[in-house]
Structures are given as structure tokens and as C-alpha cells.
């Protein structure tokens, strides 16, 4: 039988109802923080901006290579891997070599427009492509220099120079290190999410899942969403000169990101939700960028 608390007494109460934000948690982690990334700050040689790696250039490429592997593995289960000797395997292969070939000149140029040193991490590489057919409309660059392109994205292309501008934007996520830098960014962002669980851990299981998804959503919209489009602008910057450096018609741009904001009947989520920039804007940078992109054209392509 439940007996009742005797007269003046307090009754027990739940140490997690109403508990307090622990404030001074965050302050720690805010600290670490800013040590943190502005301690490992560097310039990216190729945008002249501030960046953070979180590994190292011979980490990168024996990541890509594993990652590589695992798509290779995959695609040649599924009877989607190409062989080297197929049509559309040589003439990818070309346009990836052409493409190579332009990334020791176009690199030095980049670094000395924001007078920085000449990077050297690509000497590394281990270059390779494969073809993969699928209907996706896609092509990647992983870290070191693991290329693959899906057939879905020749119709799309359309031309030879616009499959190089596509592939010169994904050799530029390799070139900029983008997946080192997202390492980098996602640790921070794990931290986060760790010292932001620890400040709520008194709270009630109501008032912690309210705080913590407006912190997940806070730091969606308002630091990873934002860092991926300007990984994709930068991408495109570097992959159009590399392109056009490698005597590829760079005002094939505008026309592929043209069809590919059709895609999908143009129903796509608004910029501030996606990871890339909304087509008519990334039109509008690449538009402004072609007066560059044809100096870099006429000036290694003039005996051609």
C-alpha cells in the first residue's frame, strides 16, 4: 500500500523536469572551436581563400583509392562497369587526359593570381577513370584523382566540350582538396552536436529534442549547406579554366547548366535548402568567368 508523504516534507521530484541549459558547456566547446579552425587556417592556393583540411594529401589519395575500388566492385557486380576498349570508355579517357595534362599549368597560374605558392599535393594523384553505365546524370573526382562518369550524363552533355566541363569541375573538387576540407568541417560540426548534447543532459526529453533540432537546422542551413555551394562555385571556377586550358570550348557551360536546371521537370529545392547553387545564379557566375576563361583558352590552345 502507497503510503502518503508525511506533513512538511518535500516530494521527490524529476532531477530532468525544467533542468538548466548548461551554458558554460558550449562556452568550453566555442573556445576549442575557435582555436580549432583558426588555428589550421590556410589559403587555398587556387581561390585565395581560407581553408581547413582534416587530412592529409597521402590520406586523401589512399582514400579515394578505396573508395574508388568499392565503386569499381560494385558497378562490375551489376555487369555497369565498361570495358577500357569500349567507344565511349577512349573517348572519356581522352577528354580526362587532355584534361590532366592542363593540371600543373593551370595550377601555377591560379596560385600566382593570389600570389601563393604552387601546390604540389596533385603530383600524387593516381589518376584513373572508368566508365559505369547507368542512367544517372553524374560524374565524380574522388581525393587523388579517381574519376568515373555515367553514361547518363552524355545525352545530357551533349558535346565533347561540355563533358569536359563537367569533368574539369570534378577534377577541381579533387584539386581543391573539398573532401579534406569536409572532413575538416564535418569534425567541428560532430563536436558540436556533442557539446550541444552534454549543455542539454539536465533538460527534459521534450525541451532536449526541441533544442537539438533547432541546432541541427541551425547549423544546416546557416554552415553546411552554405559550405557545400561554395565548394560547387569554386569547382566551377577551377574546372572552367582547366577546360578551357585544355581547348575545350568553355561557353559550353552555360548551355549544359541550362539543361541541367531542366532536369526533373526544374523542380528542385531552393537554393538556401541545397547543396548547389540554383542554376540561373551558377549561369550568371559562369557568365561573368568567360572572359577569363577564353584568355586561358588563347593562350594554350593558339597553335592548335
Request: hydrophobic letters at 40%; aromatic letters at 8%; proline letters at 6%.
Amino acid at each position: 500500500m502507497r503510503r502518503s508523504p508525511m506533513p512538511g516534507t518535500r516530494q521527490p521530484t524529476d532531477a530532468r523536469r525544467g533542468g538548466k541549459f548548461r551554458w558554460w558547456i558550449l562556452l568550453l566547446f566555442a573556445v576549442y572551436a575557435v582555436w580549432q579552425w583558426f588555428g589550421t587556417a590556410e589559403v587555398d592556393p587556387y581561390t585565395g581563400e581560407t581553408a581547413h583540411y582534416g587530412a592529409s594529401p597521402g590520406e586523401e589519395v589512399q582514400l579515394g583509392a578505396q573508395a574508388f575500388q568499392q565503386v569499381l566492385g560494385d558497378a562490375h557486380a551489376q555487369g555497369a562497369l565498361l570495358p577500357a576498349d569500349a567507344e565511349v570508355s577512349r573517348e572519356i579517357r581522352e577528354i580526362a587526359q587532355r584534361l590532366i595534362s592542363r593540371v600543373p599549368q593551370v595550377t601555377a597560374e591560379l596560385a600566382a593570381m593570389y600570389d601563393q605558392e604552387v601546390p604540389t599535393s596533385h603530383e600524387g594523384f593516381q589518376w584513373d577513370v572508368a566508365v559505369i553505365q547507368s542512367e544517372q546524370v553524374n560524374a565524380f573526382c574522388l581525393p587523388g584523382g579517381k574519376m568515373a562518369v555515367y553514361t547518363g550524363l552524355i545525352p545530357v552533355a551533349q558535346t565533347r566540350d561540355a563533358v569536359a566541363v563537367v569533368m574539369g569541375h570534378e577534377i577541381a573538387h579533387a584539386l581543391l582538396r573539398h573532401g579534406s576540407q569536409r572532413m575538416a568541417q564535418q569534425k567541428l560540426v560532430q563536436m558540436g552536436q556533442l557539446a550541444a548534447g552534454m549543455a542539454v543532459g539536465d533538460m527534459s526529453p521534450q525541451q532536449q529534442q526541441a533544442i537539438m533540432a533547432a541546432i541541427g537546422a541551425g547549423t544546416q542551413y546557416g554552415l553546411v549547406l552554405p559550405y557545400g555551394r561554395n565548394h560547387e562555385t569554386q569547382a566551377d571556377r577551377v574546372g572552367l579554366m582547366l577546360a578551357a586550358a585544355a581547348c575545350y570550348d568553355p561557353n559550353q557551360a552555360i548551355g549544359l547548366w541550362q539543361r541541367m536546371g531542366q532536369l526533373g521537370e526544374g523542380q528542385r529545392p531552393p537554393e538556401f535548402a541545397s547543396t548547389h547553387p540554383d542554376p540561373d545564379n551558377r549561369i550568371r557566375e559562369l557568365q561573368a568567368l568567360m572572359p577569363q576563361a577564353e584568355a586561358f583558352r588563347a593562350k594554350y590552345c593558339e597553335a592548335r
